[in-house]
């Protein structure tokens, strides 16, 4: 059965947004039909989430290791970003705080700005730069576990597509392989690479364990998800054996247990995918114990509940 469609996942909207150094109203960040970003899809983004805190406040989690990203993106994109990594780290705090939000998902987004229209945006183009916040529930909405469909389209090739930036116009593959999952009935898009191997959703990265082993994709067709590197080092802590390798459908499809992780998606399980039910006996089709214990365990982690990873990961509002 499939989980119900999911409303528009945008619920309040952060009313400031930070714009070029200001915080201004929402209503007044407007920007030109001559953005160069808007015509040719260079630019680049995060998302980051800040949860409120077990003791009050609100913080955000891993926020450094995003804006450093997104400085990575930049550097890939060949774009002179106006603002260090620390610098955005403040600007992301400020943005919270005008809005007076504890708990909320983030947006930076940077992008070749109003400037001459061809393909080259010349060898110095202006970039503006925009952080956004609004407040957003559970992605996936599948709480139960998420419903995968292997996508008609692949992850492009390394050397076409980025995949160490998270750039905007590389999404557009993303956003035809999720339309065609949800199109088919499913939650979410398994992308494979150009040799037929697995490398991740639209929007996470993708895990499975096999007799108590944890497998996830490698760093090569994969962007270098944030919640993927938390998770490592969760397994690392516990002893619990992981390996970065390449696999194929049908490995996962025997899979004992399927998760995804992404910032926005958090740890989702995955019960069922290309209409093969994940799991086998008492499991089968239920969220695993691997998966549920990393669940609970990061809602605690990110919310302060697990000092051990809090002390470097958490940025007070
Ligand atoms: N892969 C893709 C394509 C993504 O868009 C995301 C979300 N940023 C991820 C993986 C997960 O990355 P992170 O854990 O840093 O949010």
Same mark, same amino acid.
């Given at each position: 059965m499939a989980n119900a469609p999911v409303a528009h996942p945008t619920s309040r909207r952060g009313e400031k947004v930070w714009f070029n150094g200001k915080i201004l109203p929402e209503s007044e960040a407007r920007i030109s039909l001559f953005t160069h970003g808007l015509h040719y899809g260079v630019g680049a983004f995060e998302g980051i989430r800040a949860y409120k805190q077990k003791n009050g406040g609100g913080a955000v989690f891993r926020l450094v290791e995003h804006m450093d990203r997104l400085v990575e993106s930049?550097?890939?994109?060949? /774009?002179?970003? +106006?603002?260090?990594? =620390?610098q955005l780290v403040q600007a992301a705090l400020e943005a919270c705080r005008a809005n007076h939000f504890e708990e909320c998902y983030i947006? +930076?987004?940077?992008?070749t700005a109003d400037g001459p229209l061809g393909?080259?945006?010349?060898?110095? +183009? +202006?970039?503006?730069?925009?952080?956004?916040?609004?407040?957003?529930g559970s992605y996936l909405g599948a709480s139960n576990g998420a419903r995968l469909k292997v996508s008609s389209f692949i992850r492009p090739h390394v050397n076409s597509s980025m995949t160490k930036g998270k750039i905007t116009g590389q999404y557009v593959t993303g956003v035809l392989a999720?339309? =065609?999952?949800?199109?088919a009935g499913y939650d979410e898009a398994l992308l494979l690479d150009t =040799?037929?191997?697995?490398? =991740?959703g639209s929007g996470e990265n993708l895990?499975?364990?096999?007799?108590?082993i944890v497998k996830t994709t490698p760093l090569t067709s994969i962007l270098n998800g944030i919640t993927r590197d938390t998770i490592i080092r969760y397994f690392e802590n516990k002893k619990i054996p992981l390996k970065e390798t390449r696999f194929t459908r049908d490995e996962l499809w025997c899979a004992d247990e399927v998760f995804l992780s992404g910032t926005a998606a958090e740890i989702t399980p995955v019960r069922e995918i290309d209409g093969r039910t994940i799991g086998n006996g008492a499991?089968?089709?239920k969220p695993g114990p691997i998966?549920?214990? /990393? &669940?609970?365990?990061? &809602?605690?982690?990110?919310?302060g509940e697990l000092p051990e990873y809090g002390k470097n990961w958490l940025t007070s509002i």
């Amino acid at each position: 059965m499939a989980n119900a469609p999911v409303a528009h996942p945008t619920s309040r909207r952060g009313e400031k947004v930070w714009f070029n150094g200001k915080i201004l109203p929402e209503s007044e960040a407007r920007i030109s039909l001559f953005t160069h970003g808007l015509h040719y899809g260079v630019g680049a983004f995060e998302g980051i989430r800040a949860y409120k805190q077990k003791n009050g406040g609100g913080a955000v989690f891993r926020l450094v290791e995003h804006m450093d990203r997104l400085v990575e993106s930049a550097k890939i994109l060949d /774009l002179k970003l +106006p603002y260090s990594s =620390e610098q955005l780290v403040q600007a992301a705090l400020e943005a919270c705080r005008a809005n007076h939000f504890e708990e909320c998902y983030i947006r +930076p987004i940077i992008y070749t700005a109003d400037g001459p229209l061809g393909v080259n945006p010349g060898a110095n +183009p +202006p970039i503006d730069v925009a952080i956004l916040c609004w407040e957003w529930g559970s992605y996936l909405g599948a709480s139960n576990g998420a419903r995968l469909k292997v996508s008609s389209f692949i992850r492009p090739h390394v050397n076409s597509s980025m995949t160490k930036g998270k750039i905007t116009g590389q999404y557009v593959t993303g956003v035809l392989a999720k339309r =065609e999952a949800l199109g088919a009935g499913y939650d979410e898009a398994l992308l494979l690479d150009t =040799e037929g191997f697995l490398t =991740e959703g639209s929007g996470e990265n993708l895990f499975m364990v096999k007799n108590g082993i944890v497998k996830t994709t490698p760093l090569t067709s994969i962007l270098n998800g944030i919640t993927r590197d938390t998770i490592i080092r969760y397994f690392e802590n516990k002893k619990i054996p992981l390996k970065e390798t390449r696999f194929t459908r049908d490995e996962l499809w025997c899979a004992d247990e399927v998760f995804l992780s992404g910032t926005a998606a958090e740890i989702t399980p995955v019960r069922e995918i290309d209409g093969r039910t994940i799991g086998n006996g008492a499991n089968a089709g239920k969220p695993g114990p691997i998966a549920s214990m /990393l &669940q609970r365990d990061y &809602q605690a982690m990110v919310r302060g509940e697990l000092p051990e990873y809090g002390k470097n990961w958490l940025t007070s509002i």
